[in-house]
């Protein structure tokens, strides 16, 4: 456990970062898999959009999991 102030609050930034990237990740697997279902409604072609959807929102999250990863490699190379 943390002892010093500074390093509780660090533990309250981490916790912050990590979990809007949890969040980003499921955000946008659910809003691929959403505009897949709609349009799969719209166009009657159940269910292969809403599974091209959920695919396209996994990759749109893993991508934003890479980006973080690459600014947190580049940032902790500069001494942040």
Do not use: C
Request: charged share 25%; no cysteine; glycine share 12%.
């Amino acid at each position: 456990m943390p002892q010093s102030k500074e390093e509780k609050k660090r533990l309250f930034e981490d916790l912050r970062l990590y979990g809007s990237l949890g969040i980003e990740m499921a955000a946008a697997v659910l809003i691929g898999t959403f505009m897949g279902y709609w349009a799969d409604k719209w166009l009657g072609t159940q269910p292969w959009i809403l599974i091209i959807g959920f695919i396209f929102g996994a990759a749109a999250g893993f991508r934003n999991l890479f980006r973080f990863i690459a600014r947190e490699d580049h940032d902790k190379g500069k001494g942040k």
